[in-house]
């Protein structure tokens, strides 16, 4: 079984800064690509940033030299730094990685997981 814990969302002010991060934990084999991922009520689900395993990464254009995601492999963690916030980056923000685990002594295959999410509000 694997699960992501989340931290690190709350109330910000317009300019602020946050940073969330993302854990996995339990039999791991192998963390390949993390992202995040935001949602507001009533909208769909969408792309934040991603990162593989090698460090490349991807952002949606509406946080492009605003935010920068990172990860620490040996501690299976990404990491979302949020400057220059807005308000229209209010939303739940969840983390999502694409993790084998260990089943029966053998690598599972690939599967995708999700966090519940932290909310990050930025008031005007």
């Known amino acids: 079984q694997v699960q992501l814990v989340e931290s690190g969302g709350g109330l910000v002010q317009a300019g602020g800064s946050l940073r969330l991060s993302c854990a996995a934990s339990g039999s791991i084999f192998s963390v390949d690509a993390m992202g995040w991922y935001r949602q507001t009520p009533g909208n769909q689900r969408e792309l934040v940033a991603t990162?593989?395993?090698?460090?490349?990464?991807n952002y949606a254009d509406f946080v492009k030299g605003r935010f920068t995601i990172s990860r620490d492999n040996a501690k299976n963690t990404v990491y979302l730094q949020m400057n220059s916030l807005k308000p229209e980056d209010t939303a739940v923000y969840s983390c999502?990685?694409?993790?084998?685990?260990?089943?029966?002594?053998?690598?599972?295959?690939?599967?995708?997981?999700w966090g519940k999410g932290p909310l990050v509000t930025v008031s005007s």
């Open positions: 999502n990685a694409d993790v084998s685990s260990w089943s029966d002594l053998i690598p599972s295959r690939v599967m995708d997981y």
């Open positions: 990162i593989t395993d090698s460090g490349s990464t």
